[in-house]
Every structure is written in structure tokens, then in C-alpha cells.
């Protein structure tokens, strides 16, 4: 039958169908729902009522991957360049793959020891640590990024996307050195929407290769991905001592409740009861 001739009850025997028979995820059975609210909206001017008592497929609990304290290491050491770097500060800042990919030259303090990590997860800023055996290596990577800044500038570029309306109110800011990013892409691009090319950072893929090909070739059977360098970081805080609380602030978590998934994962390993056959 044609969409038109049907309407929220159909509608809601077909969502439960999806949950019950199809057995899918919470986020398929969703994106088809949306699908049919654009429909019936959007396209047939149909706008739908209320749709209750569908049958919700169930959003799985996954705990999150840990590596070992020894894993950890194997891959970042089968790294090489800004990649191990970048893989470096996801485990030993806690940072996400998109805040890693963020960072400009201006929020790393080498005297302080701290990275300022600007418009997180729900647009917070936070601070967390930067590791002092990485000082060389930030340090190192600042002056190739002040390198090739200076070959832009030369070549009549040079500038770089600011947040908000911050290009505005300072207009001589996109061409500062404190304001370029700490692993900048490898070309210029064009702004989409604009005339300008600008400098952007790294891909997200890039580094998410990288940690897949070493994962590989270290023979680590877990599913690791960039993600897990940061459960691995709170896991370790929380096994070695550290206060839940500075963990949460140090991850950025806006709830506790968010952080106390790492004490699920203390509580399946070696500092977990003992079995009685041990």
C-alpha cells in the first residue's frame, strides 16, 4: 500500500516488527523511524500524531576495550611521526580522537604541563595533562609546524579556521602561530562556501589507519581503536589510585555515573576478586 493510505498505527506495528522479528539496533530502528517522520512530513505533507507503544529495541551495554599497560606501549612503539605522537596523547591525556585532531599550538603549556582542551564533547573546555616524557616530541612538532607556517605565510597563505565569530573580532588572528593547529593537514584546501585556502588539521582517518595497521602488526587480538587509548587512560588513573572524581574532570564527563564504567572494567580484572580456584 501506497504511505499515503497509512498513518501512525501502521506505523507502529512496523517499528515493533523491526525490534521484534528484525531483531535490529536501537540506532537502526531509530534512523528508520526519523526516516518516516521526514516522509510523512516533508514529502506526502502528512504530518504524523503521536506513535505509543512501540515495541523499542533494547541498546546494548558493551564495556569498553582496555589495553594492558604493556599493550598500550607495543602499539604506540610500532608507530612512527605525528601518528605515534597523536596516539601518544589520546593514551597518555585521556584526549578523544576529534580533541587530539583539534589542538592548536596555543593550548599546549610545556611550563605547566597542561593541554587545554577547547569545545569537547558538549562544548566544554577542560584542562588535562601533558605528559613530560612527550615534551621533546610536542616541542619537536611545534617547530615543524612553525616551519611550514613560515613557507605559507611566504607563499601568500598562512591563515587558519577560527571558531565562532573569533575571525571577526580578531582579524589578524587566523595568521598567528599560536592559532595553527599542532598536527596541520599535509595540503591547503578551500573553504567550503568561500574563496579561501586555508590549512586545515589531519583527517581523523589518518590516525585511525595508522593504530589499525599497528595494531596488526603487533599481533594484539583485541578490538582496539583510537577510543580505546582513552578507556585505557582512565583505567590505568583508577588502578594505580587516582580519585574517580579527577578522573572525570581529567575525561571531560559531565556525570560520574559516565566514569564509573571504568570500575566495571577494574572489576572484571587482576585487582578483582580472587577466584576460589586460585
Partial sequence: RHPREMGEEE????LSHLAEVGHVSASTQNQAFNALLFLYKHVLNKPLGRIAEVVRARRPKHLPVVLTRDEARKIIGAMQGAAKLMASLLYGSGLRIQECMRLRIKDI????????VRD??????????LP??????VQQQIESVKELHKRDVSEGFGEVSLPYALERKYPNAAIELGWQYLFPASNRSQVPGSHKIRRHHLDESALQRAIKDAVRRTHILKQATPHSFRHSFATHLLESGYDIRTVQQLLGHKD?????????????GRLAVKSPLD
Avoid: A, C
Fill in 132 to 137: 613530560q616524557s612527550l615534551v621533546p616530541y
Fill in 109 to 116: 603549556d610545556v611550563q605547566s604541563l597542561s593541554i587545554v
Fill in 11 to 14: 506505523i507502529k506495528e512496523f
Fill in 120 to 129: 569537547g564533547k558538549g562544548e566544554k573546555d577542560r584542562i588535562t595533562m
Fill in 256 to 268: 560520574v555515573r559516565t566514569t564509573m564504567i571504568y570500575t566495571h572494567v577494574l572489576n572484571s
